[in-house]
């Protein structure tokens, strides 16, 4: 986490002196390193505990199916309360939903802490996806509110690129915490890390002035929705590169038990891996800034399918031969993504150019989803899970790159923008 914020305060120094909204107690290095803290919530919120799943499979007397469903459920809730808090965002501005968001995601790790039982557990889950969507739809319409152009480019690729430090660190850092405590040592780091982030929440400044706030009632915000809802290029693309996230999550959903039990590995080994894999994903952010100066729209997404489908078929035909023929075919899978995730968010944010929140909590909120539904399918009763994730790596770059030929031929229409423009 701390080298995450020195290399968020080193970056942020090359672009010092670009737009961005004043700020009272929050430089621009300042904003941008807490862009990046915010960011790293959602996979600490996952990864840190991964390790400690069959651990905890065992303490509650729960299945395989149970346990994860402590991952889908968060992930599942968190996609929902994306969409609702967007357009809350829109009306009451960014502040209070951040405020509300880093509360209650602080109260709800505590609970996880202290459970008693599986389901109390999940309750405590469901409550801190809630807060984690409300803090996730407020941090990515601040990009939008905060940075333009290029700058706003750089700011995806630095918040992206330190966001994938928490995962690489995090089943370290829970490895570790299992040597002298049990699974609930995880949550109370979450629970010391939410306080923190609702301490600079409040040192926060409103981004959204009054006469940019939607006007209507609360349930009438909600109509916004609706309305990104029926931008169906917009959609199209969303719902595409929605597909390429699924698999990863289906990864992270099923690794520990490919590694812990198929591979025989300890919770600690199995730790060095996740990071492994987790390392690679620093390189996408920086390969996606390189790519985009030299390769049209067009060109990365057929790049991206090519890597995808490839490591698809690799995990499928040598995936059983070991944890390290495994991890080297899935890597090529966790780095495209990690390239896929910025360009994504780019491509989106400027087909939006009204209701930032609301767009935002969509942007989010459909990848979510998607990935919900990948833990789900990761921890099916498989004939093994490393078959299982093979095939549902394949099937949805299949799905992706079939919803690309149709916006290529046309079918949802054009894009708002020419730098948004994927066919």
């Known amino acids: 986490m701390t080298v995450g914020i020195f290399f968020a305060i080193m970056a942020a120094k090359i672009i010092w002196g670009e737009y961005m909204r004043q700020q009272k107690y929050l430089s621009v290095t300042a904003m941008i390193a807490y862009l990046a803290y915010i960011g790293m919530f959602i996979p600490l919120s996952t990864d840190l505990y991964l390790p400690a799943l069959p651990e905890m499979g065992n303490y509650f007397s729960a299945s395989e199916f149970l346990v994860g469903l402590t991952l889908t459920i968060f992930f599942f809730t968190f996609a929902v309360s ?3 808090f967007g357009p809350l ?16 995601y602080t109260a709800a790790s505590f609970s996880c802490a202290v459970s008693s039982n599986i389901y109390f557990l999940l309750a405590g889950r469901f409550f801190q996806a809630v807060g984690s969507g409300a803090v996730i739809t407020v941090a990515t319409a ?5 940075f333009r152009g290029k700058v706003m480019r750089k700011i995806l690729a630095i918040t992206q690129a330190l966001g994938v430090i928490a995962p690489m660190v995090a089943p370290l850092v829970g490895g570790i915490l299992l040597t002298f405590t049990d699974w609930r040592g995880s949550f109370y780091l979450l ?12 040192l926060f400044c409103e981004t959204l002035p009054e006469h940019k706030r939607y006007r209507g009632g609360i349930l009438n915000s909600l109509t916004l929705l609706a309305q990104v809802a029926r931008k169906k290029y917009f959609m199209a693309v969303l719902i595409m590169f929605a597909f390429l996230s699924k698999p990863y999550m289906a990864y992270l959903s099923a690794s520990s038990f490919i590694y812990v039990e ?16 987790s390392a690679a994903s620093i390189a996408g952010p920086i390969l996606y800034l390189k790519l985009k100066n030299n390769l049209s729209n067009v060109s990365m997404l057929k790049l991206s399918f090519f890597v995808a489908l490839t490591s698809s078929i690799l995990v499928l035909s040598v995936g059983q031969s070991s944890a390290v023929t495994f991890l080297l075919a899935f890597l090529p899978f966790t780095m495209i993504g990690a390239v896929v995730r910025p360009f994504s968010m780019e491509i989106l944010l400027l087909e939006s150019k009204e209701n930032v929140g609301t767009a935002a909590s969509v942007i989010n909120f459909v990848p979510t989803l998607f990935g919900s539904l990948g833990m789900m399918l990761g921890t099916l009763p498989w004939g093994n899970f490393i078959d299982g994730l093979g095939l549902i790596m394949t ?5 992706s790159i079939v919803l690309w030929l149709l916006i290529r031929s046309g079918k949802f229409g054009a894009a708002r923008s020419g730098a948004s423009d994927l066919t």
């Open 142 to 146: 601040l990009i939008k509110d905060c």
């Open 82 to 84: 994306m969409v609702l």
């Open 262 to 277: 198929f591979f025989s590995l300890t919770a600690q080994e199995y730790s060095y891996f996740f990071a492994v894999n």
């Open 395 to 399: 099937t949805a770059t299949t799905l």
């Open 191 to 202: 629970t010391v890390l939410g306080l923190i982030n609702l301490i600079v929440a409040f």
């Open 89 to 104: 965002s829109d009306k009451y501005g960014r502040r209070p939903i951040l405020i509300f968001g880093a509360a209650l």
